[in-house]
């Protein structure tokens, strides 16, 4: 039985988004620990992991909500990702904001990615959709996800038929499924074989810490498999272009990347290094060091505007003007 702890604070938000107001409500989210060999093999016995979820339920709204999972990226949650819940409150549309770090004991992955593999976030965003789904105010045909570059991988490779059925709660599936910036350097054994629901990727151009190319050749399969999946890319924008904290760019000299790296999965559950065969880890010879993230403006007002048309599209949303 999960317990739920609600914090009844009304929160209003920032000019531009209509000053809506959302109730906040946390909610512990029981998860495990997982490798990534232990994801593709389907084993479900990793260590336990409580987990927070933040939801915030827009108060103008009635009925039963749509709602978005966010799953964030190596730097853990920031104001950036309050910024996107404001947004699609805004619309009517609750949010929940998935922290799969605090009740690890994680702060951030950026110098160290081994510390939680990416596809153990996925895991996470199943068990955050079907505590969701059970909730009174939601409706749970209506549960979409977004994820940002690290929690990007959650997002559109929960759209997997293969990993729905090893991880979704039963009788339930995200409604959408959304990327920014997202890591697509790895090929998942039959990762075009999706569920039928749409998937949606924004990537700027600059990104040196998840090149878009490689997603670019990811959404090339989806299609060609018939799946609806459309890649955006934005010219000169970097990696984490949507959040405003960081008009002046930043450069992180440690951050781990597999910008150049081509990886593929092998037998019994190994990620391989496609060049050499070996067995991938992090210390893998085609990994660097070295990214830079930045604002950009256009970038971020375009995508907003993008990913609530969708949103509006798939839930089928009346927006009020």
Known sequence: MQRLVVVAVFIATAAGVGHAQSRIEIHPIESVTLTSQQVLLGDKNGRPAVLAGELRLPTAATGKLPAVILVHGSGGLSTGYARWAEELNSIGVATLLLDSFTGRGITNTIED??????????????????????????????????????????AVYSSNERFRQMY???????????????????RYRDDDKVTGKPIRMFHGTADDWTLASACHAYVDRLRKAGADAILVEYPGAMHAYDSIAYKTPLEFKKAQTTRNCDLVEGENGLILNSKTRKAFDWNDECIERGTHIGYNEAAAVATTKAVKEFLTSVFNLTVPK
């Not at 789904?133 to 959650?154: E, L, N, Q, T, W």
């Not at 979704?168 to 790895?186: E, W």
């Open 113 to 154: 990615q081994s510390s939680l593999a990416n596809l153990a976030m996925m895991v996470d965003a199943y068990r955050a959709l079907d505590v969701l789904a059970r909730h009174p105010r939601i409706d749970p045909k209506r549960i979409a996800v977004m994820g940002f570059s690290k929690g990007g991988v959650a």
């Open 168 to 186: 979704a709660p039963a009788g339930i599936q995200f409604a959408a499924h959304i990327g920014m910036y997202t890591s697509c350097s790895t």
